[in-house]
């Protein structure tokens, strides 16, 4: 059966980068939101059973959506994907719950990796 | 081939690229600023702005534009694209970035001036370079210029001398959580330059 990947991110460019980005190979079916709060709302929808997430977003940013996955204990598996590479930043996201942070620019190799890493993506 | 002189546009899928782009390399300079201070810094959404260069102030939203501030600018060139960078720094920010940055000597003119030019060179150097490299250009840098200490915003844009009329304005508002300092990097294009950067998007746009 085909993933859920809900692509969560303010800007048009970085949503088809991240898209193109994922593996040819692997059955998902793609739904996007432009902020967090549109995120938490497909979320509650199963949409994001594996949700890249950016982090600087209107409405409510990516921290936001990571509490509120927290607080009502929604399934998803979050990967982060954002230009904000302070140490910092990385810190707080994995302590909110994040899986994996992966730097923009996306490229198509790292995306591959960290999802092999953690098992989302298998056999091929 | 006939020359057209073409009118210099914005559409909106070209702002939200430009915004991306911006996104990731004020990014690469907040990082490297923050291992500099052991701090956090918060990310704006970078705003982006196709003005006349008349009408630069009201680039500057977030600057508080009744506070004293000192500026730097910067300029830049490579591949045919130009522009200027302009970093505004408000000099109540002065005493916490002496303090994050152990600074020993008086906090005179001149010990600020060095902190702000370390500051910028830092935020200027990594933002322009994070972005040549997302569109493959090499930017040389200029030696960076003082535009002036203890002014007033509305001063201090009065005395760059823009020879172009349009303008492609890239705005990023830098705070740092928990002390006191922002500040304001502006990122000019000129005139000429956004016909060749609007190609090189539109082709990362495809």
């Not at chain 2, 500051?119 to 090499?138: D, F, P, R, T, W």
């Not at chain 2, 990023?172 to 000129?190: M, P, Q, R, S």
């Amino acid at each position: 059966m085909a993933t859920n990947v809900l692509i969560c991110d303010d800007s048009s460019f970085a949503r088809k980068q991240m898209a193109r980005a994922i593996p040819k190979e692997w059955e998902v079916d793609i739904h996007f939101a432009g902020d967090g709060v549109e995120g938490v709302q497909a979320i509650r929808e199963g949409k994001g059973e594996v949700v890249f997430l950016d982090l600087t977003m209107p409405n409510m940013d990516g921290y936001g959506v990571l509490e509120t996955i927290r607080k009502e204990d929604l399934p998803a598996m979050v990967i982060v994907v954002s230009g904000d590479i302070q140490p910092d930043a990385q810190d707080r996201v994995r302590k909110l719950g994040a899986m994996a942070f992966i730097k923009k620019p996306i490229d198509a190799d790292k995306a591959r990796e960290v999802l092999t890493e953690y098992g989302i993506l298998t056999g091929a | 081939m006939s020359v057209t002189s073409t009118a210099v546009s914005l559409n909106e899928d070209q702002r939200d690229c430009y915004q991306e782009l911006t996104n990731v390399a004020m990014g690469q300079a907040a990082d490297r600023l923050a291992r500099l201070l052991d701090v956090y810094v918060v990310l704006p959404i970078p705003k982006v702005n196709l003005i006349e260069s008349s009408d630069l102030h009201m680039a500057i939203q977030d600057a508080e534009t009744d506070s004293a501030m000192s500026a730097v600018c910067q300029g830049f060139i490579g591949s045919g694209i130009a522009g200027e960078a302009l970093l505004l720094f408000n000099d109540t920010s002065f005493s916490d970035l002496a303090a994050l940055m152990n600074y020993g000597g008086e906090l005179d003119r001149y010990g600020e001036l060095e902190l702000l030019m370390d500051v910028s060179s830092l935020l200027i150097g990594a933002c322009i370079q994070g972005i040549g490299e997302q569109l493959e250009i090499h930017f040389n840098q200029g030696h960076p210029v003082v535009l002036g200490q203890h002014c007033k915003v509305d001063d201090i844009l009065k005395s760059g001398n823009h020879q172009w009329t349009k303008t492609l304005a890239i705005e990023i508002h830098y705070t740092i959580e928990h002390v006191n300092i922002d500040c304001d990097l502006l990122l000019l294009f000129t005139e000429d330059s956004v016909a060749k950067l609007n190609n090189k998007i539109n082709y990362l746009l495809d």
